[in-house]
Structure formats: C-alpha cells, structure tokens
T-cell receptor
Framework: QKEVEQDPGPLSVPEGAIVSLNCTYSNSAFQYFMWYRQYSRKGPELLMYTYSSGNKEDGRFTAQVDKSSKYISLFIRDSQPSDSATYLCAMSPYNQGGKLIFGQGTELSVKP | DAGVTQSPTHLIKTRGQQVTLRCSPKSGHDTVSWYQQALGQGPQFIFQYYEEEERQRGNFPDRFSGHQFPNYSSELNVNALLLGDSALYLC?????????????FGQGTRLTVV
C-alpha cells in the first residue's frame, strides 16, 4: 500500500464548477501538507501549504486537513480553463522543504 | 531571479551508460533535493544535499549518486542505466533543512533510456 493515495482521474469539469481533489495517507507522522500544481512539461509549483489540521483559504483555493481521518482536500471555486493541470498532494513529517511524499497526481481539465 | 535551473532539458541515453544531470538552486537557497517522476506518477524523493553532504535518501539503489558544490549547485549521477530509469528528474531547492521553507522546483530533465 502506498503511503499517499490520490485518484489519478482524469477529471473533466465545465468552467465555473467547484472542483474537489482529495488524498488519503497512512503515516500518522505527517505534519506538513502541500498541494502542488504541475502544468505539462513544467515542474510542480506550490499552491497551498498547511501545517497540521485545519483549513486554509487563498483566493479561489481552499485546503483542508483532517488528521483524525488521514484525509486532505483541495477545493477550487469558479474553476477556469487556466486551472487545467495535474494537481499533486505532498506530505512530510519534517518540513515543507525536506523529503516530500507525493500522491500520484490528479489530471484536471476545465472546459470553456 | 532565475529560479531553479536544470540542464539539460532532454537527454537520450543507451542502456548501461552513465548520465549526469545538473541543478542550480534558486538564489539564496542552500539545500537541493532530487526527485524522479515517472510518466503518470507523482515525484519520488531520491536524496537531499545540504552543506555538500547527503542528508536524507529515499529508496533508490546505489546507482544513483549525487554531489553538491560549494556554490550550492548539485549533480545527480546515474550509473548502469536501465530502461526503467526513463523519467522526468526534478530538482528542488530550499533553505536550511532545519527551517520550514518552501521547496521550489525546476522544470526538470527528461531522460529517455533506449
């Protein structure tokens, strides 16, 4: 069993839809939770970072962490075609710049 | 600020050969991590370098080795290449591992082993 599980999709939604992306994990030592966005032929870029449990909002993006259920989510409101990319969840027990354990990535397509 | 730069962008090698990939970290960063991303998969941690020493290592064989130079740039070496080593190799830079700072990724080197 992988330490981090993420539905690979692909996920296709119409423009303006609310998108929900999720990851589950098995290692209770994870304290740092990140969401990265990766466009085709590019490196991942950090979207959201959360320490321990709770919610964090940044514009159209909301990250949620439920450590009791070992479950994290990323919500995208009013999705845009420019949001079309692969979304990767990542976790670490140490810090956000160290050894990161990534999910498989979910490929998202937002149709105009 | 050029961000994290990697070279080359693409590389084709023959099975059994050796390859060296290079990474220059973001200005001000002193820590470099390397990841392997197979097609359709998330990145997998190979190792991390800080103060010219390997600080952490993932589950990769000894064929994968690295080096960090005094200017914080880094190299990833892979010996005895296998077809399964074909992947996107990503470099990420950050500050001192003791600090909780964001990792910035380069665009990667696409390695194809034939």
């Amino acid at each position: 069993q992988k330490e981090v599980e993420q539905d690979p999709g692909p996920l296709s939604v119409p423009e303006g839809a609310i998108v929900s992306l999720n990851c589950t994990y098995s290692n209770s030592a994870f304290q740092y939770f990140m969401w990265y966005r990766q466009y085709s032929r590019k490196g991942p870029e950090l979207l959201m970072y959360t320490y321990s449990s709770g919610n964090k909002e940044d514009g159209r993006f909301t990250a949620q962490v439920d450590k009791s259920s070992k479950y994290i989510s990323l919500f995208i409101r009013d999705s845009q075609p420019s949001d079309s990319a692969t979304y990767l969840c990542a976790m670490s027990p140490y810090n956000q710049g160290g050894k990161l354990i990534f999910g498989q990535g979910t490929e998202l397509s937002v149709k105009p | 600020d050029a961000g994290v730069t990697q070279s080359p962008t693409h590389l084709i090698k023959t099975r059994g050969q050796q390859v060296t990939l290079r990474c220059s970290p973001k200005s001000g960063h002193d820590t470099v991590s390397w990841y392997q991303q197979a097609l359709g998969q998330g990145p997998q941690f190979i190792f991390q370098y800080y103060e010219e020493e390997e600080r952490q290592r993932g589950n990769f064989p000894d064929r994968f080795s690295g080096h960090q130079f005094p200017n914080y740039s880094s190299e990833l070496n892979v010996n005895a290449l296998l077809l399964g080593d074909s992947a996107l190799y990503l470099c990420a830079s950050s500050l001192n591992p003791g600090l909780n700072t964001e990792a910035f990724f380069g665009q990667g080197t696409r390695l194809t082993v034939v």
